[in-house]
C-alpha cells in the first residue's frame, strides 16, 4: 500500500508562484512513476504533469508547459509541482498519483495510488 500526502495548496494572486509537494509513503517510492492531476467541481480530473521514476521523462498538459515545472527527490520520497505565472483557470483540487509502473503516464487510470488532494485557489 502507498500513503500520498499532499500539501502546499493556497490562495494566490494570478501571476503569483506556488510549490507543491507529493509525501510518498510505504512501496518504494523510486520505482514508481509519479504524476499530477486537478480537477474542478463538475468536471472529471484532468493530466497535469507526470515524472517517471528517475525524473529523466516528465510530461506536461498544454495548459501549463512554460509554467509549471515537475521534480522529485527519491532521498525524500517527495514530489513537488512548481508552479509559477499562474492564472485563474489553474484553480482547482489538485491530486498526486503514484503507480506501480516506472514509466510516466497521462491518464488517470494509469494510477494505482491517490493522495487526498490540496486546494489551489488563484483569484484575479
Known amino acids: 500500500q502507498v500513503q500520498l500526502v499532499e500539501s502546499g495548496g493556497g490562495l494566490v494572486q494570478a501571476g503569483g508562484s506556488l510549490r507543491l509537494s507529493c509525501a510518498a509513503s510505504?512501496?518504494?517510492?523510486?520505482?514508481?512513476?509519479m504524476g499530477w492531476f486537478r480537477q474542478t467541481p463538475g468536471k472529471e480530473r484532468e493530466f497535469v504533469s507526470a515524472?517517471?521514476?528517475?525524473?529523466?521523462?516528465?510530461y506536461y498538459a498544454d495548459s501549463v508547459k512554460g509554467r509549471f515545472t515537475c521534480s522529485r527527490d527519491n532521498a525524500k520520497n517527495t514530489m513537488y509541482l512548481q508552479m509559477i505565472n499562474l492564472k485563474p483557470e489553474d484553480t482547482a483540487v489538485y491530486y498526486c498519483?503514484?503507480?506501480?509502473?516506472?514509466?510516466?503516464?497521462?491518464?488517470?487510470?494509469?494510477?494505482?495510488?491517490w493522495g487526498q488532494g490540496t486546494q489551489v485557489t488563484v483569484s484575479s
Open positions: 510505504g512501496r518504494t517510492f523510486s520505482n514508481s512513476a
Open positions: 498519483a503514484s503507480r506501480k509502473l516506472t514509466s510516466a503516464a497521462t491518464t488517470s487510470d494509469a494510477y494505482d495510488y
Open positions: 515524472i517517471s521514476w528517475r525524473g529523466g521523462i516528465t
